[in-house]
């Protein structure tokens, strides 16, 4: 080979070298002040990250202080697939250690599409401490928390749910979502060059939500569950129902219902379609515990004292029906008080047919607050069902409690005011929310003076030896109260064999501390409110009376 050739050679690779460094020289140039900007928002992106700092939710307590509801730490576990090299190895053993599935862990770190996905929301902090150690390629922990129901089957209709990004989807979680809540604070992350977390610069503080302590007691609460619970055994009933509520103030210290689930496992008890609440849900016919708005409101309009009497047949012709007393009997003369200790339809009907009528009915249904919501603080209360248009013979259904439905707290609502000396107080299972004023709990008066009286007088004769709740009687205290027994409506009239069994009373009678409601759903071998519901009461008032401390008024044989 030739000097000139190799001259020429080596020319040719020096302009080559002098090129590529012009190029690379124009490119640096290019890069530092064209894209400069763009490039340097990029490194921001892929070092720094914003994200979200929830907040604590607040507690739930019960009046005494007892936890409901409450957040416990956890950890959600985040990876970039971008980041990845192996998700097979890293997947394998992000499942081993959190407890996972290896399918769905190994789908979401192959997913290189996406620069963020949760491994685990909410996984136990201990577990999340033991993956971090592994110091797995783009796995980051952020601190979380979930709720815990620690009462488990406690009021969990009441309380219902939060879920996974800890908003309330049912019952107090739901209406009182706002005030448990709090606001979520903002922090940017700073990674390093493998995506692991090096820095957090906190920009705003997470504010938790306020605490809530309700009416319930969790002690009067867990008792009311378990006599449901024997209750719906020992009748085989569809369900039950009781609410204990203090009648002066409207706070309510049991709201129960059977069959009951775990707050911990609402979205299996959901799928059964148990996380009803029937107590403000459901509606009923309520039968002859309605009698009370029939006599009360013709008592008020003075139409009538609790000594008129009336001579009675055993049964009365009302347009196309005709209506009978559950007992056969001979024709004879009642007076008002005996018309309700017995619970005679005919009597009911008779008073309604002479001093009320369809407007006086409608008057006295609208004033103890029937057709309307309570206005308690639980989502997706019933207003109740009230005749949409008057026949012949709805004189002869609704003053004996058919033909309208209602709400079990409405019905309770209504014999607090008679235990309270006639004033209708909201009821209410929210005492307060700590750093807010106390919302204000609605009053109305119902009752005139005195009516409240005769009436409690004549609720103390249903439960003695001529009444019909003799099973309601609790030793050393005088019980004030009324059975009800209601065959269901169906689609085509009512069910054959379906009957909804009640009794709703108040103790002590001269100045009662409690007011107790029991529903028993379709209960078999017996269907009478004073021989299903009534011994129910009895435990439930029985236990929440030496609970309390609550005086006997009565000398014990």
Known sequence: MTARVVNSRLRLLLLGILLTFAILG?????????RA????????????????????????FDRLGTPLAIGEQATDVI?????????????????????????????????????????????PPDLATKLAKRHLTGFTFQPDERRVYPQGTVAAPVLGYAGTDNTGLAGLELELN??????????????????????????????????????LDSHIQANAEQVLQQTVRQWQAKSAT???????????????????YSANYYPQAFA???????????????????????????????????????????????????????????????TVAQILQRSSNVGAITIA??????AGLKKWMARFGFGRKTGIDLPGESPGILPSYWSGSTIGNVPIGQGVSVTAIQLASVYAAIANGGEWVQPHLVDRVLGQPPAPVHRRRILPRGVDYELRSMLKGVVSDQGTAQLAEIPGYTVAGKTGTAQKPGAHGYIPGAYVATFVGMVPERNPRLLVLVTVDEPHGGIFGGLVAAPAF????????????????????
Do not use: C
């Open 26 to 34: 124009v490119r640096a140039v290019w890069i530092t002040t064209v």
């Open 37 to 60: 900007s763009s490039l340097a928002a990029l490194a921001q992106q892929q070092t720094k990250a914003t994200v979200s700092l929830p907040a604590g939710r607040g507690t739930i």
């Open 79 to 123: 990876a970039n697939p971008m980041q990845i090299a192996d998700p097979r190895r890293e997947a394998r053993i992000a499942a081993k250690v959190l407890g996972l599935r290896f399918g769905p862990v190994y789908h979401a770190l192959a997913d290189r599409s996406r620069g963020f996905v949760y491994v685990q929301r909410k996984a």
């Open 178 to 215: 706002k005030e448990l809540y709090g606001a979520p604070g903002r922090a940017t992350i700073v990674r390093d060059a493998l995506g692991q977390a090096v820095n957090t610069l906190q920009q705003r503080p997470a504010r938790d939500g306020h605490n809530v302590f309700l009416t």
């Open 242 to 260: 009781a609410i204990v509520l203090d009648p002066h103030t409207g706070a309510i210290l049991a709201m129960a219902q059977e069959p009951g």
């Open 272 to 334: 059964k379609g148990l996380t009803v609440d029937h107590a403000v849900n459901d509606v009923f016919e309520p039968g002859s515990v309605f009698k009370v708005v029939t006599i009360g409101g013709a008592l008020s309009q003075h139409d009538i004292t609790p000594r008129t009497a009336f001579t009675l047949p055993y049964s009365i012709h009302v347009a196309d029906r005709v209506i009978h007393d559950a007992e056969i009997r001979p024709t004879e003369r009642m």
């Open 353 to 358: 047919e002479r001093y009320l009528g369809e």
């Open 538 to 557: 009895a435990q439930i008032a029985s236990f929440d009376l030496q609970y309390l401390e609550v005086p006997p008024d009565l000398r014990i044989r």
